[in-house]
């Protein structure tokens, strides 16, 4: 069986980066974003035929078309860089095609029609069979021996892809917290994010599924049309969100990161500080790769080192002291987190 492994994370930490990284060696199949692509509807219970498996992994995913209609796409929608037969105003872009393919191919929309002919063809199995098919086919695809995928905001996944995908190994990546809690207020994901929790909040669901017609007439002006087909983009992109409330989400992120970690056996667990990899690119690339299960080509680390930017680093320290303060604090309860974390 190819080796898998999951990198989970808080995104907004130098994550898709790591996936360029990943990408660009020899052995690794990396899968950019697979499970924020697919997400939970692509692990139905049950057995399912390959024409049903691969309907979820066709289907385009609702709350990033909204997006994308809305005139607010996400710098990693890779396919709506170099848009092919798919559009989110017609069409829709199926869930693998619009980070996942993209980022193994120039030609996502063949390799799309390559994969379909061959999914639909397979027998009813459970979901974890035919992800394992899935990722096998690639990797025979590309002469790949291991797997590695890799999604931002992706903590919430890792308990239920541990029960999935037992043999797999976890790789906690995480950033400096106001550094991240920086750069989450200022993407349009992780700000459009925030709000969409709030609605949850406010009308005090766990579940988008559970929102009533009652719950939405009761929100705010400025929040309900987020729930539309089609929304202002302005409602998520200029509206005044202060970076404190994402300095909570970090700290809530990381720590359900380490308190997952901290439950794997010592051998299927370790962890990735982006500014270790900054400082100390060829070692912490090393160590990953032989955690990984892949040999550490020199000519591979020496690429690595090549796509990693250290422009943005310690860029909360540049706010107005004030701010800068408050957001440390609201990073506390991370950061004493991440003090406790197994070692990688």
């Not at 930017?309 to 004493?336: I, K, M, T, V, Y």
């Amino acid at each position: 069986m190819r080796s898998l492994t999951f990198v989970i994370g808080t995104g907004r930490s130098g994550s898709t980066a790591l996936s360029r990284i990943l990408n660009a060696h020899p052995d690794v199949l990396s899968l950019n974003e697979y499970m924020a692509s697919v997400g939970d509807a692509a692990f139905p219970e049950g057995k399912v035929t390959g024409e049903e498996f691969w309907q979820t992994l066709f289907r385009p995913a609702p709350h990033f078309e909204r997006m994308i209609r809305s005139g607010l796409p996400l710098p990693e929608f890779l396919y709506t860089r170099r848009p092919g037969r798919y559009s989110a105003q017609t069409t829709g872009i199926p869930a693998l095609s619009l980070m996942v393919l993209p980022h193994l191919t120039d030609d996502p929309d063949g390799l799309l029609d390559a994969l379909g002919a061959a999914v639909v063809q397979w027998p009813e199995r459970t979901a974890a069979e035919h992800h394992r098919a899935l990722f096998d086919l690639l990797c025979g695809r590309f002469s790949r021996t291991a797997v590695v995928e890799r999604s931002g905001y992706s903590t919430g996944w890792a308990a239920g892809l541990r029960e999935t995908f037992p043999e797999a190994r976890f790789v906690h990546m995480f950033r400096d917290g106001p550094d991240c809690a920086l750069s989450m207020s200022r993407h349009p994901g992780y700000r459009a994010i925030t709000l969409l929790r709030e609605i949850k909040e406010r009308a005090g669901v766990q579940s988008f599924g559970d929102l009533t017609e009652e719950h939405v007439r009761a929100l705010p002006p400025d929040l309900a049309p987020l729930l539309d087909d089609r929304f202002d983009p302005a409602l998520v992109r200029d509206r005044d969100l202060s970076p404190r409330r994402f300095g909570a989400l970090w700290s809530e992120l990381v720590t359900e990161g380490a308190e997952f970690l901290a439950g794997l056996p010592a051998d299927r667990r370790t962890t990735l500080a982006y500014e270790d990899l900054l400082d100390r690119p060829a070692e912490e690339l090393t160590r990953l790769a032989e955690f990984i299960g892949v040999d550490p080509q020199p000519r591979w680390l020496s690429t690595a080192s090549a796509l990693l930017d250290h422009s943005r680093r310690g860029s909360a320290s540049r706010l107005p002291a004030g701010e800068f303060a408050d957001l440390r604090e609201s990073c506390a309860p991370g950061a004493r987190a991440l003090e406790g974390r197994p070692i990688g």
